[in-house]
């Protein structure tokens, strides 16, 4: 005699059979559905800044940002669950794609390297969706500067050791192309498949300047490491590190730290004043 | 939850393997409940995928507020209900009407793989009135509270919870033998 606990049980595990035909079949659909939301949304997107600065002397700069996404974007496809983790990283992501701008240094050493001077040298990167402004620093003297506003189509460069700058319009076409091809760090899509070749583990927790912080190691495809170190309490990225053996034997490395995230980014606080005695550039 | 927030936080960028991950996580128990529901495979595999397919389409502003497996399977029931008011509406001819019998008998496949136990009790649950066949398969299968159900019923949380009750010790009758499904 079954009792009503039983005939619920029953109920929970009735299934009903699945095929393999049916079941790739609805998948194939459901790929067709994903693929024409990613034309929808990819065409409702706003430009991006990505591309002119991989054009740029700051090429590095613009990598390093990528990479600090690809690999915490990266990570997370492959944690998914957030197992073993006292990180929520779904969350730690949700947090770093919703933060309107940010605020980081930059530290680089390798060949090819504009910015000689390590370890004293460094940069720092403002950013938002449609402002990027990149400062290099020799010491605590400000050495270079550029800026895009893409909302306003604008482009500024600053020598400050030349006392030169140049201030440009940017093109429909420039902007547009930037669109096509260029993906920065703050287009999660395109970081998060950038970071599907990667492989992870989980580096445990140290503490960095005072902030407990738990940290993940991923292998790129090109060899190179990256580690990205996430506050506990705070549930964003503190610290990232990237190492890349280039031409066999030259260590190339760098950091990005003292991130402020959640920061208000508007063109007038961001764009830079160009002193009265500098000279345009032709 | 958290692992459902993750999915969907991927699939908005468009990741095809969370895609398939929560497809694959869901597809045994909305496709049960469909074809419990509507008691014909076919439709129950049109009403998944295009439930999918509505899901998909709007998941960018898509914002999760319980399970994503509740919210599915509501849409699945919605869904369901909206073809059998079709089904009923028009006139069935005697070749849809043999090929609705047919497809309500389990297939050879279906009945090695689910055996007796699964035809004895989609019998007896496709005996029960609509409203209470609904209201167990969505508190069993898709965990959904009675409130909630009562809310896709349109009835009361206590309305949902009796046609529950009911309905449970229908099934038992039948299951016991007490009453010929």
């Known amino acids: 005699m079954k009792r009503a606990r039983d005939i619920e049980r ?73 197992a073993g983790s006292g990180i929520v990283w779904a969350e730690v992501a949700r947090r770093v794609e919703a933060s309107p701008g940010v605020i980081f240094r930059i530290k680089e050493n390798g060949k090819g390297d504009p910015n000689e001077q390590w370890p004293n040298g460094y940069r720092v990167m403002q950013r938002n969706v449609t402002l990027s402004r990149m400062d290099w620093y020799r010491g605590d003297e400000i050495h270079r500067t550029v800026y895009f506003d893409l909302a306003g189509k604008t482009e500024i460069w600053v020598a400050h050791d030349k006392n030169v700058y140049s201030r440009q319009t940017m093109s429909d076409e420039k902007i547009q192309k930037m669109r096509a091809d260029g993906l920065g760090w703050t287009d999660p899509q395109g970081l998060l498949n950038l970071g599907l070749s990667l492989e992870h583990h989980a580096l445990g927790q140290k503490t960095i300047d005072g902030v407990l912080c738990e940290g993940i190691e991923a292998t790129g495809p090109d060899g190179s490491t990256g580690r990205v170190w996430v506050g506990v309490e705070t549930g964003y990225p503190v610290l990232v590190e990237i190492e890349r053996i280039v031409d066999g034997n030259v260590r190339h490395t760098g950091t990005m730290d003292q991130f402020q995230w959640n920061v208000g980014l508007l063109p007038e606080d961001v764009e830079p004043e160009i002193p009265a005695d500098y000279r345009p550039l032709e | 939850m958290l692992d459902e ?152 949380p206590k309305t949902a919870e009796s046609r529950y009750r009911y309905g449970i010790d229908k099934l038992r009758s039948m299951l016991n033998g007490q009453v010929e499904p």
């Open chain 2, 5 to 156: 927030r993750w999915l969907l936080w991927r699939l908005k960028r468009g990741s095809a393997r969370a895609l398939r991950r929560l497809y694959g996580k869901y597809e045994a128990d909305l496709l049960t409940l469909a074809a419990s529901l509507l008691g014909r495979p076919d439709q129950a595999e049109d009403v998944l995928q295009d439930v999918f397919v509505r899901f998909i389409e709007s998941v960018e502003t898509f914002e999760l507020t319980g399970s994503l497996k509740g919210y599915l399977a509501t849409c699945v029931a919605n869904r369901a209900r909206d073809l059998r008011r079709r089904n009923r509406s028009r006139p069935a001819g005697a070749l849809e009407t043999a090929e609705r019998i047919a497809s309500r008998q389990p297939g050879p496949l279906q009945r090695a793989i689910a055996g007796e136990q699964y035809e004895r009790l989609s019998g007896a649950l496709a005996r029960l009135p609509y409203e209470q066949q609904e209201v167990i398969l969505l508190h069993l299968k898709a965990d959904l509270t009675f409130r909630e159900i009562g809310q896709v019923q349109d009835v009361s």
């Open chain 1, 10 to 82: 029953m109920v929970q595990d009735l299934r009903h059979p699945v095929d393999g035909q049916t079941h790739d079949r609805i998948v194939g659909h459901l790929l067709d559905a994903l693929k024409r939301y990613q034309q929808t949304r990819a065409a409702a997107r706003q430009p991006h800044t990505g591309r002119i600065i991989m054009k740029s002397p700051m090429t590095k700069l613009a990598v390093a940002a990528a990479i600090i996404g690809a690999v915490v974007l990266g990570l997370f496809e492959f944690i998914g669950s957030d």
